[in-house]
C-alpha cells in the first residue's frame, strides 16, 4: 500500500448486468484518495462491452493504464489483478486488509461465494474477507430471484456481508442514468464509511445540512 493513499478497496466487477456502478465505484474511491485494487471477471468484460462505449482490456497492466486514465487517478493508485493471480495481496488472509465490494455481482459469483468455491480470484478474494472477518459488499442484480440466491443472500448475510442489491430509489427525482447509478455508489460509499457527495443522505438538504 502506498502512504499516500488511504487504505485499499477491492472492487470486482462481475458478469450481471450494471457495469457502470462498478466503474463509478472505481471513479469515485479514486476521488476519495483511495488505493483501488480491481479485478474484473471474463463475462464482466462481456456485459462492459455491451452495456458502455468502451471496451476494457483483459491484460491486468493495460487495464491498470485504461482505468487511471478514465478515473482520473494517479498512477500506482489502481492496481489490476488477473484472474489466477494467486500472488495477488487479496489471495491471502495476510495481504494488506481492504473491504471488498463485488458491484455488480452475477448469480454466478453470489453462489461461488456463498459455497466458498474460490475457483477464481474474486471467488477467493471474497472467501478471504469472510474468514478474516473483513467488510464484504455484494451488489447483486437480478430478477426475479430464485429460492437459490434468495438462500445465498441469507446465508452471506449471517456471515456478515452485506447485500446491496442494485435497486436504485426514484425519491432523490433522478433525471439521468448517472443519478440512478450514484443512488447505489453513494450506498456503497455510506456502508465503507467513505464520505462522499453523491446525493444527500435521507434527512440533509441539497446543499449537505441537516434539515431544520
Ligand atoms: C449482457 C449480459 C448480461 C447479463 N446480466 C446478468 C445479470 O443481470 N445478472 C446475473 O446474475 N447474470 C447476468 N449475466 C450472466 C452472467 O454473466 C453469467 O452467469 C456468468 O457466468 C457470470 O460469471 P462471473 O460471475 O464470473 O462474472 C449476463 C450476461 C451477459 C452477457
Known amino acids: ?36 485494487w480491481v479485478m474484473i471477471s471474463k463475462a464482466a468484460y462481456l456485459v462492459i462491452a455491451t452495456e458502455t462505449e468502451q471496451a476494457l482490456p483483459a491484460r491486468p497492466e493495460r487495464l491498470e493504464e485504461v482505468l487511471v486514465e478514465r478515473s482520473g487517478a494517479v498512477p500506482g493508485q489502481i492496481r489490476c489483478f488477473g484472474r489466477e493471480d494467486w500472488m495477488a495481496p487479496v489471495a491471502s488472509g495476510s495481504g494488506a486488509a481492504s473491504a471488498m465490494v463485488i458491484c455488480p455481482c452475477s448469480t454466478g459469483t453470489l453462489s461461488a461465494v456463498a459455497t466458498g468455491a474460490s475457483n477464481n480470484l474474486i471467488e477467493r478474494a471474497a472467501d478471504v474477507a469472510l474468514k478474516e472477518r473483513r467488510r464484504l459488499i455484494l451488489v447483486p442484480r437480478e430478477t426475479p430471484l430464485s429460492a437459490i440466491h434468495l438462500e445465498h443472500m441469507l446465508n452471506l448475510t449471517r456471515l456478515g456481508a452485506v447485500i446491496l442489491p442494485a435497486a436504485p430509489g426514484f425519491y432523490h427525482q433522478p433525471v439521468s442514468i448517472d443519478d440512478l447509478v450514484d443512488f447505489i455508489v453513494a450506498r456503497i460509499l455510506n456502508q465503507l464509511g467513505i ?18
Not at 195 to 210: K, N, Q, T
Open 1 to 36: 500500500m502506498d502512504e499516500g493513499f488511504n487504505e485499499p478497496i477491492t472492487v470486482a466487477i462481475t458478469g450481471a448486468s450494471g457495469a457502470q456502478y462498478g466503474l463509478r465505484l472505481i471513479e469515485a474511491l479514486v476521488s476519495a484518495n483511495h488505493e483501488v
Open 195 to 212: 464520505a462522499h457527495r453523491l446525493m444527500p443522505r435521507w434527512g440533509e438538504r441539497s446543499d449537505g445540512r441537516e434539515n431544520a
